[in-house]
Every structure is written in structure tokens, then in C-alpha cells.
């Protein structure tokens, strides 16, 4: 089982993440991580933050020589924004007075997590709810899309609309064509559908202007996911449950759906659901995939679809109403810097984040703690597939 803890504070030292459950003598290139960080980092909307950090992993433990030994794999990322910050966010008591964080941002964990931990200065709350813990996230979820790559499972997020400009070019596409569509944009918007960009462009300068943010849907797809990973006998076990969960504890994500999702309600059982049938060459099969690959928490050999809302972020300079919470007056919130659209950089973090949980499927039913018994297992399990 993979299990996965991060620590640090968004202007600390720091990130931490350790992963616990790889298996062994899988490749691991630092380079190929820091690859995925760069990607977190990108997309037209952007904040100043991200031009003083480039985010770097540094593996501290749980490999030798380029391979994972099977031992817990620790991983650090130091921010640069640190410097601008030592006294502020001293570790050790210090001698002079910094100003407190005292008007909560609607939206973000500032009041509610300021009453549940009875902080008083509401930047203990901010520095560790703040979105930048998700470049410690995002790398456990990297090696366990290194890891699924060796079972040719792919996984890919990127966005299928911004501000109200959506897109549904990607509906017949499979990911290796989507790849091709988002790279070819230049603003790293991860956005398949070109025509609509500068349209996108317009709405994220005219919101940087008013001084406002922008949220969007963004959609994660998985294939050659074979059935039978997740449970349906105990609700903990469930893989949709456990997906949707991975999501919903992103900062932004307010909504998640599988499929057909939401639009479920508007059609008849008799319609909607994914009738079965059966042929020598394909085995079971479907002609519609509106169930998004998992029936009962388990995955049924279809693509996973996913799809998942991001709250414009709570961060504005145009401020909103909000109470000082020492003098109980009303105010503005208070600005420091912000990102006007992350929803690309959601995207690229849920696509790791969904690997972590097919990976925790797949180790379910075949799994074993090194790389190649654990290949032999899938060998079986696959010709138990297609004898079945
Ligand atoms: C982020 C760093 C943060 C924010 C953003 C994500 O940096 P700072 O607070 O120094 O500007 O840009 O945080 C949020 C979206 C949030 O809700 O807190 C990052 O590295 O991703």
C-alpha cells in the first residue's frame, strides 16, 4: 500500500514529502520530477511567486544508484521565497515584533482554521492551507506514474474550461492526441482547444486588470486501466471514493464527477447506463462509457473520466468584505501577491494525484513489494482477464 504524508509551511524552509510503498527497482531520474514540477509551475495567470521559486526535488532517501531500494523515499523542495522570510518565519522565538495576518480571506482556511486552532495571527493558518503544499504532493504522485507507466497505464489532466469558455474537442480523443493539442499551446493553458484560447487570453487579462480571479473544470483521463482494481465490499475501499477523495482535498476543487456525472439526472436508467456485451476478439465490451470506467467502485476496463471544478482562487487584489478578527471591524481583505488563474496548474497536480490511487489499486490485486514479481503477477492477472 502507498501511503503518503507532506509537511511545511509555504514560506518555510520547505517542502516535505515522504512515500512509503514503492516497490523496488523502479528507475527513479530526479530530473524527470523536477520535470513535473516545472509543469505545476506554468500556465498564463500565474502569480509573481512562481518567478522566485523553481521548484527542484531533492531525493534524501529510498534510493540507490538511479533505482528504488523499497525503503520509505523522502523528497525535499526548498523555497527560494525562504530568504525573503527567515525572520517572519523563524523556527526559534525572535526579538521583534511581525505583523500579524488578521483579516481572513473568504474562501480560504483562514477564519475557520484560525477558531480550530485558536491561532490568533491567522498566517500560522495561511502558510500551511496555501496551494504551494501541492509541489510536495504532486512528486508522490510522479513516482507512482513512473511506476504505472511499466503497466502501460497513462494518466493526463489538463483543462477543459476557463472562466465559462469550455471545450468538448477532447470527447473522442484519446490521450496521445490530446498531448499533442496541449502542447502545441503556447501559453501553457493545457487547453485542447486552440481556437478558443485567445478568447481565454482576453478574460485572464481583463480579470488581472479588475484585480480579480478565475476558476474552470479540469479533466483527468486514464487509460489502460485493465478491470477489476478498487472494492465494492467495504466503502473505504471503494476507488471512486478514494479518487473523488484525492481530489477534493486539492485547495481549489470544490466538485467532483465521473462520467456522465452530474448530467446523470437528466436522463433514464434505461438510457444511461453502459449496456455489456461480448466477442471472441474484444471480450466484454461497451458502446458508451457514461459510468467513466468504474461500476461499484471498481474499474471496468473502460476509460476513467473524471472531471472536477476549481474555485477561483480567494487570493485578490481587488479585495472582499471580511472582519479583523482582533478589532472585529469591518474590512477588506489585504493583498499580497496572487495567482489569477491556476486552474492548468490544477490540472498537471490531478493527474498525479488520481496515478497515486490507481497505483494503490493496482498494488491492491497484484501487488507485491519489487518491480518485476510484481510484473509476472500482471501477466497472470491479465490472462485471467481475457479468460474470464
Ligand atoms: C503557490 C504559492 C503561493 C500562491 C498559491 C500557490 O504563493 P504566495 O502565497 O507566496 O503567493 O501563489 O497559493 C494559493 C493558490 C493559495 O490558495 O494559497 C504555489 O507554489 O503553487
Given at each position: 500500500m502507498i501511503r503518503y504524508l507532506t509537511a511545511g509551511e509555504s514560506h518555510g524552509k520547505g517542502l516535505t514529502v515522504i512515500i512509503d510503498g514503492i516497490p523496488s527497482n523502479l528507475k527513479i531520474d530526479e530530473r524527470e520530477l523536477n520535470l513535473i514540477l516545472a509543469e505545476r509551475q506554468?500556465?498564463?495567470?500565474?502569480?509573481?511567486r512562481q518567478k522566485i521559486e523553481s521548484d527542484r526535488a531533492e531525493i534524501?532517501?529510498?534510493?540507490?544508484f538511479g533505482k528504488t531500494i523499497g525503503s520509505p523515499i523522502s523528497v525535499f523542495i526548498r523555497n527560494n521565497d525562504y530568504e525573503n522570510w527567515k525572520s517572519r518565519m523563524s523556527i526559534t522565538p525572535i526579538n521583534q515584533s511581525v505583523d500579524e495576518f488578521l483579516i481572513p480571506r473568504p474562501g480560504h482556511a483562514d477564519l475557520s482554521g484560525g477558531i480550530r486552532f485558536n491561532h490568533r495571527d491567522l498566517r500560522n493558518v495561511l502558510e500551511r492551507a496555501s496551494a504551494r503544499e501541492t509541489a510536495a504532493r504532486i512528486i508522490a504522485g510522479a513516482i507512482c506514474k513512473i511506476l504505472l507507466k511499466e503497466f502501460n497505464i497513462e494518466i493526463l489532466g489538463y483543462v477543459v474550461n476557463i472562466a465559462g469558455i469550455?471545450?468538448?474537442?477532447?470527447?473522442?480523443?484519446?490521450i496521445k492526441d490530446i498531448i499533442k493539442k496541449i502542447k502545441n499551446d503556447k501559453v501553457d493553458?493545457?487547453?485542447?482547444?486552440s481556437k478558443k484560447i485567445p478568447l481565454i487570453i482576453k478574460k485572464i487579462d481583463s480579470a488581472m486588470k479588475k484585480g480579480d480571479t478565475l476558476g474552470g473544470i479540469i479533466k483527468v483521463i486514464a487509460e489502460g486501466v485493465p478491470p477489476?482494481?478498487?472494492?465494492?465490499?467495504?466503502?473505504?475501499?471503494k476507488l471512486d471514493g478514494k479518487i473523488a477523495m484525492a481530489l477534493m482535498s486539492?485547495?481549489?476543487?470544490?466538485g467532483v464527477e465521473f462520467g456522465a456525472g452530474f448530467s446523470y439526472?437528466?436522463?433514464?436508467g434505461s438510457f444511461v447506463h453502459d449496456a455489456i456485451y461480448y466477442s471472441k476478439n474484444k471480450g466484454y465490451y461497451r458502446k458508451t462509457n457514461n459510468a467513466g470506467g468504474l461500476e461499484g467502485g471498481v474499474t471496468n476496463g473502460n476509460k476513467i473520466i473524471i472531471r472536477a471544478v476549481v474555485k477561483?482562487?480567494?487570493?485578490?487584489?481587488k479585495g472582499i468584505d471580511s472582519v479583523?478578527?482582533?478589532?472585529?471591524l469591518k474590512s477588506k481583505t489585504v493583498y499580497e501577491r496572487s495567482d489569477v488563474c491556476v486552474v492548468p496548474a490544477v490540472s498537471i497536480i490531478a493527474e498525479n494525484l488520481v496515478a497515486i490511487e490507481i497505483t494503490n489499486a493496482l498494488m491492491e490485486q497484484i501487488?507485491?513489494?519489487?518491480l518485476n514479481l510484481m510484473k509476472e503477477n500482471y501477466k497472470n492477472y491479465l490472462r485471467h482477464i481475457r479468460k474470464y
Open positions: 506554468k500556465g498564463y495567470g500565474r502569480g509573481g534524501l532517501s529510498g534510493v540507490r469550455s471545450t468538448n474537442i477532447d470527447k473522442k480523443l484519446d493553458l493545457r487547453y485542447p482547444d477489476g482494481l478498487g472494492d465494492y465490499t467495504q466503502w473505504d475501499r486539492l485547495q481549489s476543487i470544490k439526472a437528466n436522463y433514464s477561483p482562487i480567494s487570493t485578490l487584489r479583523n478578527i482582533k478589532t472585529k501487488g507485491c513489494v519489487e
